[in-house]
């Protein structure tokens, strides 16, 4: 028996939520857009009349005003955005146990068990929309299908307060004649690698050899491949399952460009003490450590190395991602943003091997991070910091761990 | 404009929030039956919260509570 899986995604989701706490702005072009003080002043989400005078996604400000001098831009409150993200999985979470996030305003439900509950799979689903609608003022577009990838695809296919249903019998009919560039995982250079190849829609995607797509792009060809003719078959993570964490990261774009090793080591270190802050809370050590950065010309690159144990310790993640960084980057143009991320995670309550020579010192820095931590908790994150953080404080003074809190949850399979 | 109102409200041993009455503009103004909670956005005023649908005085209003803030809907 085939699955029954929703993928439900939020229309224009910042846009609809200050459109709701600003009703007179509903029949008015309104984007959500950062600080451009901060350099964070790009466009995150618009509404649809917005988007219909061609505004997109990342752009910048000026250049939004200037194709719509009449948009009215509101600044992020993430803060409300995370409670009715938490109130619509809240009311996915009614409907199945099995909920999967993807992001702050996406998610997959597997209802193959529950449907009967309320009716038909396409009753459940309008019952979702329509409750989401009522109870919270803004609406989605749900796609539903036998698989992740269809359902997602279904979900984009129409917008705005849609259910569009692919199944064994129409997907031929809607899904390949899409562009490949629909296809979740394929990005700007996969769909510029697969064109080139005269691979332009989905259906031709799906009729590719696996093994030429294997050779062209290595593993991931016959995920590719499997994807185009609806056969990816990886589970909803149940609800319970939802919070594992994959990696731990943070990223910030600098007030001013980073232009030598010091400036980015500054950065480096705050970003790191979130880092290793946020480990300890959950728990988790990491061993794989990853250096993330964009320089002024938004080209970018990323470096990743593997520790010989796993860490938490602030210093040590600090020194690795730093070494990494003036090992694999020679400041030629100056650094707009910069991150750092660990990935491999295991628990911190596992058996380690000590270190013969520096296991002292790594009990001293963890006495050090704890107490911090603890100081910042009770006294706020500003009470205290390394003076050496004060050298440069347009580039230090922020405060990754609670200013940064939309995580998109990894894709798993 | 949202229009932000002082409630008067009974809190019962099983945690339920009843309004009993509303300051409004120097007035009181006795709620004579709730008829309905559920949550719901006021896409008149822009929020979301647990609604009270409200007879006062014989007219039915509708009354928001969002987080710990109460709102009457506009007419």
Redo the contacts between chains.
């Keep these: 028996m085939d699955r029954i899986i929703l993928h439900c995604d939020l229309n224009c989701f910042y846009a609809s939520v200050e459109m709701?706490?600003?009703?007179e702005t509903r029949h008015l072009p309104v984007a959500v857009a950062g600080n451009p003080e901060k350099r964070h002043g790009i466009i995150l989400t618009k509404n649809p009349l917005a988007k219909s005078y061609g505004i997109k996604t990342a752009e910048a400000i000026w250049q939004a005003k200037a194709k719509c001098p009449n948009l009215i831009i509101y600044p992020p409150d993430y803060r409300k955005y995370l409670k009715?993200s938490f109130?619509v999985k809240k009311i996915f979470s009614e409907y199945t146990d099995k909920v999967e996030s993807f992001g702050i305003d996406e998610a997959w439900l597997d209802i193959t068990h529950s449907y009967h509950l309320f009716g038909s799979p396409y009753h459940t689903a309008y019952l979702i929309k329509e409750r989401i609608?009522?109870?919270?003022?803004?609406t989605l577009s749900i796609g539903l299908s036998y698989n992740k990838v269809l359902a997602k695809l279904g979900s984009d296919y129409k917008k705005y307060d849609c259910i569009v249903v692919i199944n064994r019998a129409n997907k031929a009919q809607i899904v390949d004649p899409l562009p490949v560039s629909d296809l979740l995982f394929v990005g700007r250079s996969t769909t510029a690698k697969l064109n080139h190849f005269k691979i332009f829609t989905i259906g031709q995607l799906a009729n590719t050899d696996y093994k030429f797509l294997h050779k062209i792009f290595g593993k991931i060809g016959p995920i590719l491949h499997a994807y185009a003719n609806g056969l990816e078959c990886s589970e909803v993570t149940a609800h319970s399952d939802s919070e594992l964490v994959k990696s731990i990261g943070n990223s910030s774009t600098t007030v001013i460009d980073m232009s030598c090793y010091q400036e980015a080591y500054l950065v480096l270190s705050v970003l790191s003490q979130s880092v290793a802050s946020r480990l300890k809370k959950q728990g988790l050590k990491g061993i794989c450590i990853s250096v993330s950065i964009r320089t002024k010309d938004l080209e970018h690159s990323s470096f990743q190395t593997t520790l010989i144990q796993p860490t938490w310790l602030y210093r040590e993640i600090l020194t690795t991602g730093f070494t990494l960084l003036k090992k694999n980057y020679q400041m030629v143009k100056p650094l707009r943003s910069i991150g750092i991320s660990i990935s491999k995670l295991v628990s911190a309550h596992n058996y380690e091997q000590l270190d013969l020579f520096d296991q002292q010192k790594k009990e001293h820095q963890l006495t050090l991070d704890l107490t911090l931590d603890s100081i910042r908790q009770r006294f706020g994150y500003h009470c205290i910091n390394y003076a050496s953080l004060k050298v440069n404080q347009d580039l230090t003074d922020f405060n990754p761990k609670e200013e940064h809190v939309i995580f998109p949850t990894g894709w798993r399979i | 404009m949202k229009q932000w109102v002082e409630v008067i409200a009974k809190f019962d041993s099983q945690g339920n929030i009843l309004p009993l009455w509303i300051l409004f503009q120097g007035k009181k103004y006795q709620i004579d039956k709730i008829q309905f909670i559920t949550p719901a956005a006021s896409l008149k005023s822009g929020g979301a919260g647990l609604r009270y649908t409200c007879l006062i005085a014989s007219q039915q209003r509708y009354l928001f509570l969002e987080d710990t803030k109460w709102f009457i809907d506009k007419i």
Aim: net charge negative.
């Design positions: 709701l706490y600003h009703p009715f109130l609608k009522e109870e919270l003022g803004i």
